[in-house]
């Protein structure tokens, strides 16, 4: 057996697709490592060590690749990439941290076969890459399905969003993580409002396998409209969607977070934890929800709609941008010093009250079958809120209203819920910022607070009788007047965990 055919089989698969191999170390080769690989991790150990072997779990790793070192010789690289969730020093939570381990290979030293040690490597990297895209087909009671690979994905980045620092976030974190899963992607920078929306509406989306944003939540509104208004809005809609937090409220990120059952993490971590499952690629289904309003236009949300304090605050926190997510706390603060009283109807269909069959829309796209008219009374199974004053009114379809508010903690993304909250007059202003503290945890709903309700509804019907007042959906004002809306469940696609 000659040196190339030791190498093989010190390097080579062992029985049940494990591979062992010796490495030195990456940049002086002097220490030397023993690697298994087996189909749930990448084992470490070193050679006359007697530290215990370190264990690299195959869920925490993003991809890996091979490449000939810089120096004119036969010696090969091999580069893994892991995202564990590691405790840092004043983090209340683990949170995910980039941690690149790169191994040597040196074992043919035949001057014939100049390329035997990186063709080595790379079929080592292509192991680790095929064990790491191996995934359950149900978590947490999810199904979940995986983006095809290698897919194409168009990055959309709005750089005037949050504080304007999108491009920054996307130069410094995410282009890396993209790179080392090796997914290839496009990045579209929008110029304009309503560029995405535009732009998907008549692209040829045959060319990607997901659209990615990276901004904040009103450009994911963008994109998913857009798509709901082509020809072919059926299969359209079905394109996996991925969303990177690079706004300021960030509020589909930090639900996608939540989903992961990881603790809560703000900023950049929320951007390595959201740029860590869109690599991943798994995708469940993500409910939509169409509203009518009053001028008769049909839009699709995948957030929330707001009436009162909450899209109070969300329109006129706009003044303050440039302060980031500190912007809706200065206006909250605000707002309740200068609180306000709403006049008006709500009504809602309660979850388990759906029927079979009723009113359809002459659209087609999704068609609304639990609404009638604005102009005509509810349904009688509909329930009608006696109350007439509100201080706001706010359904949820995902779990978190912003990065630190986790407004609907049982939410997930296909659910098929409307997350319907409402607070009415006579409460505190005390007791209200109160609540919205509770919210920062979700124990908002435990305080037994009174003059806060919460329901489970497939549809809704809003009437506003004040007559200035701001609503929004998906933190987008719309127009002000009766609203209504219905849930479809599972009718698109999101990359989430």
């Not at 509203?291 to 839009?299: D, T, Y």
């Not at 388990?352 to 068609?367: I, Q, V, Y």
């Not at 009114?393 to 209203?401: G, I, Y």
Request: aromatic share 8%.
């Amino acid at each position: 057996m000659d040196e190339s055919d030791a190498a093989h089989q010190r390097n080579g698969p062992a029985a049940g697709a494990r591979m062992h191999g010796l490495f030195t170390d990456a940049d002086t080769g002097r220490l030397t490592y023993a690697l298994t690989l087996s189909d749930s991790c990448l084992t470490v150990q070193r050679i006359n060590s007697l530290s215990s072997s370190e264990h690299l779990d195959l869920r925490d790793c993003l991809g890996s690749r091979a490449h000939r070192g810089e120096r004119e010789d036969q010696d090969a690289y091999l580069c893994v990439y892991f995202y564990p969730n590691r405790r840092r020093w004043m983090a209340s939570g683990p949170v995910r941290q980039r941690d690149e381990r790169r191994f040597r290979l040196a074992l043919n030293t035949d001057e014939n076969d100049e390329d035997a040690n990186l063709r080595e490597a790379e079929r080592w990297a292509r192991a680790i890459r095929h064990n790491t895209a191996r995934r359950p087909e149900h978590t947490h009671g999810v199904l979940f399905t995986e983006v095809r690979r290698p897919c194409g994905v168009m990055v959309f980045v709005n750089p005037q969003s949050g504080r304007g620092q999108a491009m920054a976030l996307y130069n410094g974190h995410i282009q890396r993580m993209l790179t080392e899963a090796d997914i290839p992607h496009t990045l579209f920078i929008t110029e304009r409002q309503n560029h995405a929306r535009d732009l998907v509406k008549n692209a040829d989306l045959t060319q990607w396998d997901a659209l990615v944003i990276l901004s904040g939540d009103g450009l994911l509104f963008e994109v998913v409209n857009g798509l709901m208004e082509r020809p072919d809005w059926e299969k359209a809609i079905q394109t996996p969607l991925g969303i990177l937090p690079g706004g300021s409220g960030n509020a589909l990120a930090a639900s996608v977070h939540h989903y992961t059952r990881a603790s809560p993490v703000w900023g950049e971590d929320l951007l390595t934890s959201c740029g860590f499952v869109l690599c991943k690629g798994l995708v469940s289904k993500l409910d939509l929800i169409s509203i009518r309003l009053s001028s008769g236009a049909r839009i699709f949300s995948f957030l929330s709609l707001a009436w009162g304090f909450v899209a109070d605050v969300d329109i006129e926190s706009e003044q303050f941008r440039q302060i980031g997510a500190l912007r809706f706390i200065l206006s909250t603060l605000l707002r309740i010093a200068s609180l306000r009283i709403y006049q008006g109807k709500l009504a809602f269909l309660p979850a388990e009250n759906e029927p079979e069959s009723g009113f359809s829309t002459t659209d087609s796209r999704l068609p609304d079958h639990l609404l009638v008219p604005l102009e005509q009374p509810v349904p009688q199974d509909w329930t009608l809120v006696e109350e007439r004053e509100f201080v706001l009114v706010l359904a949820m379809f995902q779990s978190h209203l912003g990065e630190d508010l986790l407004a609907a903690p049982d939410a997930r993304t296909d659910d098929g819920i409307i997350h319907l909250f409402y607070v009415t007059a006579g409460i505190s202003r005390a007791t209200l910022l109160w609540l919205f503290r509770a919210m920062q945890s979700g124990t908002h709903l435990d305080c037994g607070c009174a003059h806060l309700v919460y329901r489970r509804a497939k549809a809704l019907r809003l009437e506003p009788l004040s007559e200035a007042g701001v609503m929004t959906v998906d933190g987008e004002r719309v127009d002000y007047g009766p609203i209504q809306a219905q849930v479809h469940r599972g009718a698109a696609r999101l990359i989430s965990a």
